[in-house]
């Protein structure tokens, strides 16, 4: 049973670009969701996704967001990047057949200069 | 409005002393209350969760609805236990998907030797 992978796991992005990240679920994960970590603070959900709908969102702006595709992996899409959103930006996966634990992977972290 | 309030940034302790890593919420409803924990150079991973009420690694949490609080307790503590820990709240299951965390700021433990 694979976990949960992400990536890249560094990026550096300017001002104003875009950037997307990508997360490929737990085996047989049907949901995904994502988290926005800043330094010093615990994870803010973003959004989640279920059999490639957005079922769920956070307190962040539209231009923020996803995709999830039908193997279940997921992207997140930040447009017009800002240097408030240099984070550590986590996946993570679960079903109801795992009992609907949740399942984190390693992070990609982000830095907009 | 859904909160968690972890008060110590950090907490140090000696081996083979108890440790207790405080949490406060605050949820107008039934929470379901987590304890998600992070070693050195690993992924956020589930520690436990009030519904199981289990002991996982010699850690209990009760869940005191009166006090609105979810501490996490241990006895003994280890070095191995050194590590960063998230108290997380759900904020109720989103259609179809799973639980949406709140999570705390964490608190960082440290056992000395």
């Known amino acids: 049973e694979t976990g949960v992978t992400q990536s890249p796991t560094h990026l550096i992005k300017t001002r104003g670009q875009q950037v997307t990240l990508r997360c490929s679920s737990q085996s047989g994960h049907n949901t995904v969701s994502w988290y926005q970590q800043a330094l010093g603070q615990g994870p803010q959900f973003i959004f989640q996704?279920?059999?490639?709908?957005?079922?769920g969102r956070g307190n962040f702006p539209p231009r923020f967001s996803g995709l999830q595709f039908p193997n279940y992996s997921s992207e997140l899409n930040v447009n017009a990047l800002e240097l408030d959103d240099s984070a550590l930006y986590l996946c993570?996966?679960?079903?109801?057949?795992?009992?609907?634990?949740?399942?984190f992977g390693e992070g990609s972290w982000l830095t907009v200069v | 409005a859904q909160r968690v309030t972890q008060p110590e940034k950090l907490l140090s302790v000696f081996k083979g002393a108890p440790v207790e890593l405080k949490c406060n919420y605050s949820?107008?409803?039934?929470?379901?209350l987590f304890w998600y924990v992070q070693y050195s150079r690993q992924r956020l991973q589930l520690l436990l969760r009030h519904i199981s009420r289990e002991s996982i690694k010699g850690f209990t949490a009760d869940l005191n609805k009166g006090e609105t609080s979810f501490h996490l307790k241990k006895p003994f503590a280890q070095e191995e236990d050194s590590a960063m820990y998230y108290c997380a709240l759900s904020g109720g299951g989103t259609q179809g998907g799973s639980e949406k965390l709140v999570f705390g700021k964490g608190t960082k433990l440290t056992v000395n030797p």
């Open positions: 996704y279920y059999r490639e709908e957005e079922n």
């Open positions: 993570a996966s679960s079903s109801m057949f795992s009992g609907n634990t949740i399942y």
């Open positions: 949820y107008s409803g039934s929470p379901e």
